[in-house]
Every structure is written in C-alpha cells, then in structure tokens.
C-alpha cells in the first residue's frame, strides 16, 4: 500500500470518475457527512473554512455516508442540492459510499490505518468523522463528529504555513 492517498478511484457527485490526485500539494479534511444528521450544522462551519482558507491551499472534502441511523438517505443529486441550498456548500462533494465494513471505500480503509481513533479503534463512529492530510498526502489527525470545524483552524493553519 502507498503511503499516501493520491492513488484511490472515487466518483464525484456529478458522477465524473476522478482520484485525489489533483489535490496533491493541498491540505485536506475529508469528512464523512450526512444531511438529516444532528451534525449536520457542520456543513456550515465546513464551508466557512472552505472559503477561508481555499486560496490560500485548503480543500474540504465531503462523502456522504447513509451508514449511521440511516441519515443519509437521498440520491447523490439530493444531497447536492440539500448542500447547495441550506448551507452555500461548493466545496467538492463525492458520491455516497460507505466508511465502515465489507463495502468500505478504500479511500477510508486507508484513512482509519493511518489515523485510528480513540484506543486504536479503526471503524468511523459516526457522521461527520474528520480527517486531516497535509500538503504531501499524510493523513495528520483524526477529529471526532463533536469536533467544531472552527476547533481545527490552528491545526489548519499550522499545516498551510508549511
């Protein structure tokens, strides 16, 4: 396995085949959403680091995940458009996968190796997990769904100043 998470097959929302690769040199919080969540408030603060922190080399990264008290059960277009309406997103969202067991992305297989959470546990708990890859593919943290992403600016910044 690479040491980076470049390689990966992923399709966006739209449904255009792509890897994370045209992402390399930036700095990365990928995270698993989902739209009728009690997190699902995040989206706002995602997006206000999104258009923070954009130019200057932070991309967000949204999967939305219908693993997790079935709160993510509308079609890729719905959630889109739910995104697009009640939270201004335009950061990249991708097609709805799964984070935990048989059908886990690879994408996230190789994210809960390189930053397990509490006590080495490797399976996401919940909607809204966060992770954070600096600028050459490292995945730097895991964040807990009660993390704020106003809680990560300093980690953030620290890595865009790098």
Known sequence: MTDTLYHFN???NNGQQTTLEPYQGK??????TASKCGFTPQYEGLQRLYSTYHAQGLVVLGFPC????????GSDEEIEQFCSL????????FQKIDVNGS??????TFLKSEAPGVLGSKGIKWNFTKFLVDKNGKVIKRYAPTTKPADIITDIEALLAE
């Open 86 to 93: 009640n939270f201004n997103v335009n950061f990249p969202l």
């Open 27 to 32: 700095v990365l919080l990928i995270v698993n």
């Open 103 to 108: 059908q886990a992305s690879p994408l996230y």
């Open 66 to 73: 219908d693993q997790f008290g079935h709160q993510e059960p």
């Open 10 to 12: 992923l399709t966006l």
